[in-house]
C-alpha cells in the first residue's frame, strides 16, 4: 500500500524494491548455478502440505520466508520488511472477536479455542494493489461459518471488520499514518462466498505476528488490503461501512477492490503482475483468477465506477 502520491509518478518509483529484486535474482542465480544447496524453491516444495483444497492450480507455492517477510502491515510500520522486524511484543493470545451488530446471536469467539480445532487447509493466490502476488497455503475456516452461527438478521447487508487497537504494541498505531484503527468491509454475500476465508495459520503454523496473528480475513479475488488482520471485531450492517484506505484515498482505493486488470489504479497500470520470485511479470487475470466462482455477485454492476 502506499500512501497517497502528491509527487510520484510511477509504481516503479513509488515501489522502492530494486534492492529487494536484486538480492532475489541473486539467490535464484546461485541456485540455478547449484551454489545454493535448497534454493528457495526448493523449500517451498518440501513444505507442501498434503490434503490442502487448492485454489491456486498447479501454481508455485511461493516460500515461507517471502510470505512472513515481505509484508504490508502499516501497525508495525510502512516498509516491507518492517512488520516482521518490528512485531515481536505484539501479544496475540489470549484473544477474542466479537460478532455483534444484525444478529440475532451476538458471539464472543476465544481464537485460542478456534485454534485448537482442526482447521481447513487452503491454497490461495493472493495479489497486493502493488502488482505483487504470491501464492500462499493457509490454515482456517470460512468465514461464513462463524456468520452462520451469529444469525444475521434480515436488515444485515454489509460486514465491518476492526484491527485491535494497541499502540503501546504496534507502534505504527502511535503515528497518524493511517485513521487506526484499521477498517475494512465486504457486502454480506461476498463474505458468505465459500472462497472467503479467515486464516488461523500459515505452512501449518500458527500465523506469525506480521501476517495478522491471531486471525485475519482472506478475500483472495480482492486486492490484499481487503485481507484484514488481527481482527477483533466483527459487526453486521444495514449500510456500507467506512474502510481504510477508502477513506485515506478514495480515488485510489474503492470499496469493491476486485482484482481488475481493465482499471488502471490512478498511478499506474493493474494489467500485469510480479509473483514474488519471478524474474518476469505476468498478465493479471479478472478477479485474480477467480471469476468463473465470483463474478456472478457483480451482475449488472459497472465496475469502472464501483472499483
Ligand atoms: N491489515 C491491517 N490491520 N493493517 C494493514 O496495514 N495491510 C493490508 C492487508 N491487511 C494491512 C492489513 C495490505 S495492503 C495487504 S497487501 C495485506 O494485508 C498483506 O498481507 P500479508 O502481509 O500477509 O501478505
Redesign the pocket.
Known sequence: ?IIPPRKLASSQDVTPETLFWNRRRLIRAAAAAGLVPLAERAQADALRLAGKANFAGDEELTPWKT??G??????FGTGKED?AERSAQFRPLPWTLTIDGEVHKPQTVDVGALLARPLEQRIYR?R???AWS?V?PWDGLPLRDLLKRAEPTAHARYVAFE?VLRPEEMP?QRTGI?DW??R?GLRLDEAMHELTFLALG?YGKPLPN???API??VVPWK?????????VRIRLVREQPPT??NMRAPREYGFYANVNPDVDHPRWSQKTERRLGDFFRRPTLPFNGYAEQVAGLYKGMDLRKQF
Open positions: 500500500m510470505v512472513t515481505y509484508n504490508n502491515f502499516y501497525e512488520p493472493f497486493c494493489v502493488e504470491m500462499v484491527t505504527g493511517l484503527p484499521y475494512e500459515v506480521q501476517n495478522g485475519r480475513l486486492y490484499g488490503f481487503k485481507s484484514i488482520k488481527s481482527i481504510t484506505w
